[in-house]
Every structure is written in C-alpha cells, then in structure tokens.
C-alpha cells in the first residue's frame, strides 16, 4: 500500500463529507450530551465546501491535506492557520477534523496526515500545532500522544 498525501481538490468534496461524517458520528455516539445530534450529510458538505476559497480559480482547498491509496481518499486532515494579528503571518495551527476510512485504520494514515502538516509549519516558521481531543476518542488520543503531542489542559463538567 503506497499513500500518498496531498492538497484536497474540490471533485473530492463529497468523499471528504462521507469521511467528516463518520467522525462526527463516533463523537455522538462517545459523548451524546455535547454532541446531541450529527450534522446532515449536506451541512457537512457545506462546512467543507467552505474551504475551498474560490473554487473557480482554485480547485485545491489548501487547508485540507488528504491521503490517497491508489488515488482514492481514504482519509482527510482539515487545518485552520492562526495570526496573532492581520497583520502578522500565521503563527499556529489548529487542527479541526482529522478522519480515516474505518478499512483503513491502524495502518500509519493519520500519522502520515499528522506528519505532513508538521513538515508545511516547519515550512511555514510555525511552531505550534494544537487539536482538541475528546475523552473516550482513545485512538485520537493514542495518535497525538504518538506523535509527541502533550495534553495542555483538562475541562471538567458534571451532567444532571
Ligand atoms: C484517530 C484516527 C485519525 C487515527 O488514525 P489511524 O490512521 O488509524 O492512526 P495510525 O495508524 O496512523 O496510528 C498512529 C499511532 O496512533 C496510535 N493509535 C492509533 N489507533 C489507536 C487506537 N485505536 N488506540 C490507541 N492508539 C492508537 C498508535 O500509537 C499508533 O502508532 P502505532 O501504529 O505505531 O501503534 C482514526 O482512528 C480515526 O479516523 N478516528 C475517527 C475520527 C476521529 O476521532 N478523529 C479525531 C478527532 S480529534
């Protein structure tokens, strides 16, 4: 299996839905409170699509790295890129949404995602990457941890 990681085109969109979708149901499914509900297949789709600047002139979206097997999507990283002002170029990266395809787990895809967005910040001058992880989302977890991520902070809740 040879993955290759690139830049999402926007003929990709609707894999990328299909793919964000199966992660926002894990996160219902783990913690129902917070997530009471999974989006419909076209918000997503919608949400995604909005990363793509100008889809006419530029059919990549450059805050979606995705990996290919065999030129099919089978897992997708979407980024967000923060300033301290206007004015300053991006100084961190957040990262949104991180999702294998279930067949494709556990086979070194979300570290070769997680790998690639690390090379663009050295690229880049960024030196801080930060994701949200939540509890239970033990692989996610065990992935950042993997990759030399540490936990920065704990929310604390109590549900009646
Ligand atoms: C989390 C996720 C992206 C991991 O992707 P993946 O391609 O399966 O991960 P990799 O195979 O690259 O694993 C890299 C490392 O992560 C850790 N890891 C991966 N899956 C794990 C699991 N189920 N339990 C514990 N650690 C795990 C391991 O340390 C692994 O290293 P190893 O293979 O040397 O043991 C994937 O499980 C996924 O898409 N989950 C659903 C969506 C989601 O929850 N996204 C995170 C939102 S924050």
Redesign the pocket.
């Known amino acids: 299996m040879t993955i290759k990681i690139g830049y999402a085109a926007l003929l990709e969109l609707d894999r990328l839905a299909e793919l964000s979708l ?2 926002e149901r ?2 219902h499914e783990r913690q129902p409170h917070f997530f009471p509900w999974t989006p419909s297949a076209q918000q997503t789709l919608e949400r995604l699509a909005s990363a793509f600047d100008s889809p006419d002139t530029n059919p990549e979206s450059r805050t979606i790295l995705v990996a290919r097997n065999k030129g099919e999507v089978v ?1 997708f990283l979407q980024f967000d890129l923060h300033s301290p002002d206007f004015e300053s170029p991006a100084s961190q990266i957040y ?1 949104l ?4 395809d279930h067949s ?9 995602l997680l790998d690639a967005v690390e090379a663009l910040a050295k690229k880049s001058g960024i030196q801080r990457i930060d ?4 509890e239970g ?7 950042f ?3 030399g991520y540490s936990p920065l902070k704990t929310n604390y809740t109590k549900l009646f």
């Open positions: 199966i992660s894990e996160h897992g990262i949404d991180i999702s294998i494709m787990r556990g086979g070194g895809v979300g570290r070769q994701a949200d992880v939540w989302n033990t692989a996610s977890k065990g992935l941890e993997a990759l």
